[in-house]
């Protein structure tokens, strides 16, 4: 092995690093050379990578579901089909970051971070400038046709992973948006049947709906113990609120890019009507009373007694019994008297710092080529899944559908997927491919897609582009952002609940510029002003 390695590392391909430019800009490139030696052992095509087998350092976030990297079945494939092998540091999640920051501080870096949050965009700004993470775009144009066509064919998922020196540090995760789309709002449809109601399309419309919830006995059972519409505190931030926000023209309650503008929305009239109708319902008890101070187990509670007619989850079966899910259908957008154009939230389709090469990798060529296959249908399939005929498998000779193997006796689907890879509880290298995802044969699953792509897909917006913003700037956002959290949290509670009165509008605008709401704004107009820039 060491006669091996030492014959690699003399044919080892180079990486060059140029000096800074007469700008002030840095100008580092991953440039590879070209010698006989590198050809005899790295293949820019096919299988292997590497005639000779390599072994690289892999550093990345363990989840607690998860077996140890090097027994995991996805490794040991790759390993078969490419020459290369990892040596495994997966410090549980919990205690991951500081394990990494003792790593950076005494420069016993692994050759590759993988999984999503292994690096983050401070680490790329920070240890990129440094040299000690390098440069990826000129080792993916010239050896990763798959994340090549991939920023061909999506230029802002590529704007979304450049840093502010103009260079990727760090590979993204895609998403698959149906399944992780944060907010969806289910209603009773039955009720609505019932009650020879139709889908709402408006808030007024809602409101009428929600009045006859509580008020007509859609349940049938001779009792007003119908909840109209219930939430919990936990799926308040984010969820619920960001969904009705969309009535008013808005996706989230935090900063957002409208009409090419950047504004902080909870300090906009349109975030105040929000609050007027929300205290609206309340006021007329169509609003769980419980809503501000229960728990998701709580709620759930509620959903399997039948008693709700209107609820935020990622799927009805999450709150209500499974035989009850198909009774509730995804309430679509709506609109109001300020906002005459549908929209819904759509969450980012690749999450960034997912897999980045160290400067102590020997191989970056070998190593760009291995997690390029991860981007390729082939590749995201066995990342994401496991082993086909062990994990999964094609429910038919076709291949129109497949579904998880069962697993064996005494564990669960979720603990069976992860002895075949790292997915199964840390987000991976890899784009979903949405048609593949479709395929699985769940009929849970089956029916969140169906609803999402009818109610929600035809009114997407991102709310703000995934941007890098220097080490100080992100500071800046975290303090800031934090502290107006926490503000607008209770002051929307004592709104709705009629504790503060809407009259008192000037009073929580001043106190929130107080609070650097504007300094805030501004760094992310300057930031959306750069990102655009960007070709």
């Not at 107006?484 to 709705?496: D, P, R, S, V």
Request: with cysteine; hydrophobic share 35%.
């Amino acid at each position: 092995m060491r006669k091996q390695i030492s014959i690699l590392l003399a044919g080892g391909l180079a990486l060059s690093l140029a000096a800074c430019g007469k700008d002030g800009e840095q100008q580092a490139e991953a440039q590879p050379s070209a010698s006989a030696k590198e050809v005899a052992n790295f293949n820019k095509t096919g299988f292997p990578i590497v005639n000779d087998k390599i072994t690289l350092k892999m550093m990345g976030p363990k989840s607690a579901i998860q077996p140890t990297w090097d027994k995991m079945d996805v490794f040991v494939k790759l390993e078969e089909m490419t020459g290369i092998s990892f040596s495994f540091d997966t410090p549980l999640s919990s205690n991951y970051t500081e394990k990494k920051s003792i790593m950076f501080a005494s420069n016993e870096l692994p050759d590759v971070f993988f999984g999503r949050g292994s690096i983050t965009a401070d680490d790329e700004a920070i240890y990129g400038a440094q040299g000690l993470l390098i440069p990826l775009e000129g080792l993916i144009d010239q050896y990763a046709p798959n994340l090549k066509k991939l920023f061909q064919d999506n230029p802002e998922i590529k704007k979304s992973i450049t840093s502010l020196d103009n260079h990727i540090y760090s590979l993204p995760s895609g998403t698959d948006l149906a399944m992780n789309l944060t907010t969806k709002i289910w209603i009773n449809q039955e009720w609505l049947s019932n009650l020879g109601l139709k889908m709402p399309q408006t808030t007024d419309e809602l409101h009428a709906v929600l009045k006859a919830f509580k008020e007509q006995d859609p349940n049938r059972n001779g009792k007003a113990d119908e909840i109209p519409l219930s939430f919990s505190k936990d799926s308040l931030d984010g969820g619920l609120r960001n969904a009705l926000l969309t009535s008013f023209g808005y996706t989230t309650y935090k900063v957002e890019a409208k009409d090419d503008k950047v504004v902080y929305v909870p300090a906009q009239t349109e975030y105040k009507e929000y609050l007027a109708f929300m205290k609206k319902l309340f006021s007329e008890k169509l609003v769980d009373e419980e809503s501000f101070s229960q728990s998701a187990q709580q709620l759930t509670a509620k959903g399997n007694e039948g008693r709700v007619g209107m609820f935020f989850s990622a799927g009805p079966f999450l709150v209500v019994k499974s035989e009850d899910n198909d009774k509730y259908a995804a309430l679509p957008p709506l609109t109001s008297s300020v906002n005459s154009k549908k929209v819904w939230p759509k969450s980012s389709e690749v999450a960034s710092t997912a897999f980045a090469i160290s400067k102590n990798n020997k191989f970056p060529e070998a190593t760009i080529r291995w997690v390029d296959y991860l981007y390729s249908e082939e590749g995201t399939i066995m990342m994401h899944n496991g082993i086909e005929n062990k994990h999964w498998k094609w429910s038919d000779s076709s291949k129109t559908q497949w579904e998880r193997v069962a697993p064996p006796e005494g564990k669960n689907a979720e603990e069976f997927r992860a002895s075949g890879t790292p997915n199964a509880g840390t987000g991976t290298p890899e784009i979903w491919p949405g048609s593949y995802a479709e395929k699985q044969k769940d009929p849970l699953n089956a029916f969140i897609r169906k609803e999402v792509k009818s109610a929600y897909e035809p009114y997407w917006k991102e709310s703000f582009p995934n941007i890098r913003f220097s080490p100080e700037d992100t500071k800046k956002i975290n303090t800031v952002s934090a502290d107006l959290k926490n503000y607008i949290t209770q002051m929307e509670a004592k709104f709705i609940l009629g504790q503060e009165p809407l009259d008192n509008w000037d009073t929580y605008l001043n106190n929130m510029k107080k609070m650097g709401m504007e300094d805030m704004t501004k760094i992310y107009e300057d930031g959306y002003k750069r990102w655009k820039e960007l070709k």
